[in-house]
């Protein structure tokens, strides 16, 4: 039996922010830093974190697909938001995983993402296996990293099967104490070493030589690599690399560098995510990753995906809104502390029994389906809304059910980390009612009627403890 | 079916603090403010009053929880004094519970009073309150306007009435009661405003404005009622009377189900009915001289005057423009300036309603005064009109 790749989803934020807005900002102290003003990067709104950036590649790998048979979950960053809180046990309760399956969070390097994904082609495990590489990066104001940095997350289903979209050959690496860059503990920015000695010292010696070691034990010439790419190091770090390994440049997998940024433990996941949406059956793909030696693994494809309503890297990308805001852009990544006023004060504790009790009600977002009068709704009282049958609900799944907004506003009152907060009724098809908070608006606003998605976001951040509240929000579909 | 309460009690003594900005004082001021005058008026001993029901709303920038605040303030010494919290609609609350003991003979007179003192946050708006430790999870906090500016989008679309439609006649909604409210010494804001400046007003929450929504005030209002008996034998004559006082809560229908369409309030619909019902009007646009509604925002008076019968549905704004509602027209609502010109401190507005109501059913209200009033009803809505509470009561002349 083979194993490899079932099934993958992709999510980058849906703002885009311009790097030549970034290069104006600091063009006052650091004029040389319009050089790097060139195209855009993914920038999460104030409300989206590894968690919820997770959560949505993670759905977009299982639509349509049964949940029951997935036997581990592992979560791959170096950003994730909680340092002692499975990451992995939030995002797989929001993706209505078994809580028998086994939940891990993968961390520690952007070589988590591949690392991930290797131990689950390697494992012993009998079902089915996600892996999802997530990271938001956080770079100093005006470093380069400020640019080069994005964020967005990538999902694989692993497991075994004849029918695999890609089969899994092999991997193979190095683990050596060549520090591109670190971010020790507790600290909010990476510190990064020079370029030159990154590429010619790091890059340009260790990865070639991890790859070819993998392609000699597979037998298989890097001639037939038909798609290549790597995660990590400076831009243009893979065509070096390509060179020096015989990999012809139009091999070379786009860098997402240009519309994304380096997302760090997802890099490799949404270059290998982008070889599978491009692969034709028989080529061999091989991604790697440079971080403290380098990981690296080849993939044959398979039969290739069918038409789905899978979003993938490339809906993904399709899906933009156009940034300029600089002030915006530390806002929401916390640079700046900005004047909310007096009603940004409240309180936003979260009682944890509640939240524990209601767990699948609000991660989850599971309503209820009344067993008398068949009425869906939400949240899961005791009594149902509609015929007030009591105890008489069973669970009802309601994120990847078609809704739209029955009323809105455009609310400038309220305190929102990104006004106006809009805010509506969201009626979903099947009868179900909501007051939701409705995200990612963009130009084209809401009305009665808009189509919408649900997607889980930050609810509220508390500012005092830091459990950040998530919920689910209604975001327009465009 | 019950009797109901109809010409069971009695309005011997009303009084009403000056709204607005109360920098000078706190609810124990402004408590003590309305109960001297209700006091006055009554020409009762204070020890007469054998229970009093006290309605506040946001407990941490009010006076606190319980009872305690209010038996201080007015040094009410051993009488049962209870706290009643019923959001927007406390106010009201608190006259029914001091109307039901007398109705049931509990007591003999009873003190219905209410206070709040928004002005101690140090913004402007209501503040936002925990809704408990479920809904804080998952419900999101809109403000007070974004609520109810969703009846404009729910309107607009079942009526279809076109965006700028609709904005003028909201606009007409608050300058009718801005007209209104420069007549009246006790109101917050006493300046009357142009459609223009209406109309051009920064936006708060899509379609209302800044003048679509009612001002932020501190204010106390008071009432002592006793029977009817009691009344005539204190020497009381043209006594007023309580006609109906009725309540409706949300299930969570409206909220939960596809069952409303976003143009009406449900709550107002439920507790209109029966409170005509209790009182015995059969034709509420022609039976009732004044009508004081909850005008949060501009658009929810709009729609209040369907969900009440006086207009006909999908007709309000268009009876706002003909002036149906002002003053001269052929129902005046907001006589006083309404909660557009008062301000909405919470648990006051109810009874500061019914004020209205005494003081133009006794002939005493000056320059607002109208002719020959006979039945007056006053409607509050808390909460959000897809989930919220509404409480009508409705008062006038004893035999009408």
Redesign the interface.
């Known amino acids: 039996m083979q194993i490899g790749i079932k099934s993958f989803g992709a999510y980058l934020p849906a703002r885009r922010m311009s790097r030549a807005a970034i290069a104006d900002a600091h063009a006052w102290a650091f004029p040389s830093l319009k050089s790097l003003g060139k195209g855009e990067k993914t920038l999460c709104g104030w409300d989206e974190d590894v968690i919820t950036m997770a959560v949505e590649a993670g759905r977009d790998c299982l639509r349509g697909m049964e949940r029951s048979t997935i036997s581990a979950f592992d979560l791959a960053s170096t950003t994730a938001p909680f340092a002692d809180l499975q990451n992995a046990v939030l995002a797989g309760y929001a993706l209505r995983l078994p809580a028998g399956a086994k939940y891990t969070d993968f961390g520690g390097s952007t070589r988590a993402g591949l690392s991930a994904l290797v131990r689950a082609c390697d494992g012993g495990d009998r079902g089915d296996r996600l892996v999802v590489a997530a990271d938001k990066r956080n770079a100093k104001p005006a470093s380069i990293q400020e640019f080069l940095y994005g964020a967005g997350a990538g999902a694989l289903l692993v497991g075994e099967g004849s029918n695999l979209l890609a089969v899994f050959l092999g991997s193979d690496g190095i683990s050596v104490p060549f520090i591109d860059h670190f971010r020790s503990a507790g600290e909010k920015f990476d510190y990064s070493w020079e370029e030159r000695w990154v590429r010619d010292e790091g890059i340009a010696k260790i990865v070639p030589k991890t790859v070819t070691a993998l392609l000699t034990r597979l037998g298989i010439g890097s001639e037939r690599v038909r798609h290549f790419g790597l995660a990590g190091g400076p831009v243009g770090s893979d065509k070096l690399v390509a060179k020096g390994l015989s990999i012809a440049p139009e091999h070379i997998l786009p860098d997402l560098q240009g519309q994304v940024g380096d997302t760090g433990a997802a890099q490799p996941t949404l270059l290998l995510i982008e070889a599978l949406e491009r692969a034709s059956a028989g080529d061999v793909i091989v991604i790697a990753s440079f971080s403290q030696g380098c990981e690296v693994v080849a993939f044959e494809m398979g039969e290739p995906p069918g038409a789905s309503s899978r979003r993938g890297l490339a809906g993904s990308l399709a899906n933009r809104i156009a940034e300029t805001s600089y002030l915006k852009m530390l806002s929401f990544e916390g640079h700046i502390d900005l004047d909310w ?3 940004a004060e ?1 309180d ?1 504790k ?2 944890l ?3 524990y ?2 767990a699948d ?2 991660l989850g977002f599971v309503g209820g389906r009344c067993g008398k009068c068949e ?1 869906v ?3 899961r ?1 005791p009594a149902c ?2 015929c007030g049958a009591v105890d008489a609900q069973s669970p009802y799944p309601l994120a990847d059910e078609p809704a739209k907004v ?10 929102s980390l990104s006004p ?2 809009y ?3 969201v ?1 979903f098809d099947v ?7 409705i995200v990612d608006v963009g130009p084209g606003g809401v ?2 009627g808009t189509p919408l998605a649900m997607c889980l976001r930050i ?2 951040r508390d500012r005092l403890r830091h459990f950040d ?1 998530y ?2 929000k209604a975001v327009p579909i465009r | 079916m019950a009797r109901g309460i109809k010409d069971k009690v009695a309005i011997i003594g009303m009084g009403c603090s000056k709204f607005g900005e109360r920098w000078d004082c706190g609810s124990e001021q402004l408590l003590t403010e309305a109960f001297t005058e209700a006091l006055a008026d009554s020409g009762l001993e204070k020890k007469r009053i054998e229970a009093a029901w006290f309605g506040s709303c946001l407990d941490r920038i009010n006076v606190g929880n319980s009872a305690i605040p209010l038996s201080t303030a007015l040094r009410l010494e051993g009488i049962p004094v209870s706290r009643v919290e019923n959001m927007c609609a406390t106010g009201t609350e608190a006259l029914r519970g001091a109307a039901y003991a007398v109705a049931a003979g509990a007591v003999d007179i009873a003190l219905a009073i209410g206070v709040e003192k928004l002005k101690d946050t140090g913004y402007g708006g209501l503040p936002a309150a925990t809704k408990g430790t479920l809904n804080d999870l998952w419900m999101p906090y809109g403000s007070a306007p974004a609520g109810f500016a969703q009846l404009a989008a729910g309107y607009r679309a079942k009526y279809n009435v076109s965006k700028e439609d609709l904005k003028k006649a909201i606009a007409r909604v608050s300058w009718k009661s801005h007209q209104n409210g420069a007549k009246n010494e006790k109101a917050h804001l006493r300046k009357a405003v142009s459609m223009e400046t209406i109309m051009n007003a920064p936006m708060i929450a899509e379609p209302l404005g800044v003048f679509d929504c009612c001002g932020v005030s501190d204010g106390a209002a008071c009432a002592i009622v006793t029977t009817p008996e009691i009344a005539r034998s204190l020497g009381k004559k043209d006594l007023i009377t309580i006609k109906a006082i009725q309540l409706s809560a949300s299930a969570g229908r409206e909220q939960g189900t596809n069952q409303w369409d976003g143009s009406y309030v449900q709550n107002t619909r439920t507790a209109a009915r029966a409170a005509y019902r209790e009182a015995g009007i059969k034709h509420p646009r022609e039976e009732l001289s004044a009508i004081e509604v909850h005008d949060c925002f501009s658009i929810t008076e709009l729609v209040t005057m369907e969900d009440l019968g006086v207009s006909d549905d999908g007709r309000a704004w268009k009876d706002v423009m003909d002036g149906v509602f002002d003053a001269d027209g052929e129902l005046p609502c907001q006589i006083d300036g309404g909660l557009k010109c008062f301000g909405h401190p919470i648990g006051a507005s109810g009874l500061r309603m019914v004020y209205e109501h005494y003081l133009q059913l006794q002939g005493r209200a000056g320059q607002r005064q109208l002719k020959d009033p006979q039945l007056g009803l006053s409607h509050n809505l808390g909460g959000v009109p897809y989930n919220g509470v509404c409480a009508i009561s409705i008062v006038g002349l004893e035999g009408r």
């Not at chain 1, 029955?406 to 305190?415: M, N, V």
């Not at chain 1, 009868?431 to 908070?437: D, P, V, Y």
């Open positions: 006023g007096m009603r409240n936003q979260t009682a029994t509640q939240f009790r209601s009600q609000i009425a709704q939400f949240p009282m809304v509609n029955a009323t809105s506003t455009a609310d400038w009152l309220q305190y106006p907060f805010v509506g009724l009626q009868g179900a009612r909501i007051l939701m908070e009305d009665v609810k509220e509240r919920f689910w």
